[in-house]
């Protein structure tokens, strides 16, 4: 398996611009995690989904930010209006039930 | 905010040298705990999940033990080598919680040639 997918690797952009992330999943994972990580708050959980069922989304951090999995194979996080304070690595990672989770590459986003 | 603490958050390790770091975590509605090795510019990578008490895993020259009754985690690393160089997270989870887990904010591993 090619284990999670991210894209874009590196994003960058201008204050005002939405942004748009995207993950695919390891094949049969029920599981889907987005994680942001910044040096102030090291790896937090934004939002995780459970047979494409957003389960947990207190860790997103306001109305700008938004998630969701139209089918098993594809998640977004989207960013509108994206701020300079949103500048992180966003990780995607998936797991199969309650068992290890497996990380994407990240997103590094930084907005100007 | 984090509730999960790892200690120290940095050390540095003579090449050959053992070492060992600790993890805390509530100790009460424990589900299990997780351990993480991230490179610098990779992305975490998992080494064990841990969900008994008294629990003892091993990989390699890395191995970990588990008390969940006083809610701590050791992971050591034998005869560390300059490839070991990286940020080690725990993570738990309760039984509510689910799959979501909360992460420490690591420690930081340089091994010196």
Known sequence: DAGVIQSPRHEVTEMGQEVTLRCKP???HDYLFWY???MMRGLELLIYFNNNVPI????MPEDRFSAKMPNASFSTLKIQPSEPRDSAVYFCASSLSTDTQYFGP???LTVL | ILNVEQSPQSLHVQ???????TCSFPSSNFYALHW??????KSPEALFVMTLNGDEKKKGRISATL???EGYSYLYIKGSQPEDSATYLCAFNTKAAGNKLTFGGGTR???KP
């Open chain 1, 26 to 28: 390891i094949s049969g």
């Open chain 1, 106 to 108: 990240g997103t590094r």
């Open chain 2, 15 to 21: 090449e050959g040298d053992s070492t060992n770091f």
């Open chain 2, 36 to 41: 993480y090795r991230w490179e610098t510019a």
């Open chain 2, 109 to 111: 591993v340089l091994v």
């Open chain 1, 36 to 38: 942001r990580q910044t």
């Open chain 1, 56 to 59: 947990d989304d207190s860790g």
């Open chain 2, 67 to 69: 008390n969940t009754k």
